[in-house]
């Protein structure tokens, strides 16, 4: 699947500081960032860095059209992101796609 831009219109409801929406932004704890390998040389703030993951999804909700864009059936999902990669953008991934879907 390709890289979809998550930036809200404005009639998304988008947060004046965060046109992306709260549930989009991710916070590692010192912990995680360590695991990362990223505690003695991080990315910069306002760096762009690439990003992959594997998640789980944990709720899948499908209600009536609540917004009013009259398409049917309004469909929101909450994701718990079980692996994590961060690389410098334009980066190698330190490993393959095949290997991090099934193992090694």
């Known amino acids: 699947m390709a890289l979809v831009d998550m930036k809200q219109g404005d009639g ?3 947060m004046p500081t965060n046109p992306y929406g709260y549930g989009l932004r991710i916070c590692l704890s010192e912990d995680q ?3 990362l390998g990223l505690q003695h040389n991080p990315p910069s703030a306002g760096a762009t860095v690439g990003l992959r993951a594997l998640a789980t999804v ?3 909700t499908q209600d ?3 917004d009013g864009d009259s398409d049917g059936i309004d469909v929101t999902l909450a ?3 079980t ?3 961060i690389t ?3 980066g190698q991934s330190s490993s393959n796609s095949a290997s991090m879907l099934y193992g090694d």
Do not use: K, R
Request: without cysteine; glycine residues 4%; negative net charge.
């Open 58 to 60: 944990v709720t899948v």
């Open 64 to 66: 009536a059209d609540v």
């Open 79 to 81: 994701l718990q992101i």
């Open 88 to 90: 410098p953008e334009g």
């Open 33 to 35: 960032v360590e695991a």
């Open 12 to 14: 998304d409801h988008a």
């Open 83 to 85: 692996s994590l990669e």
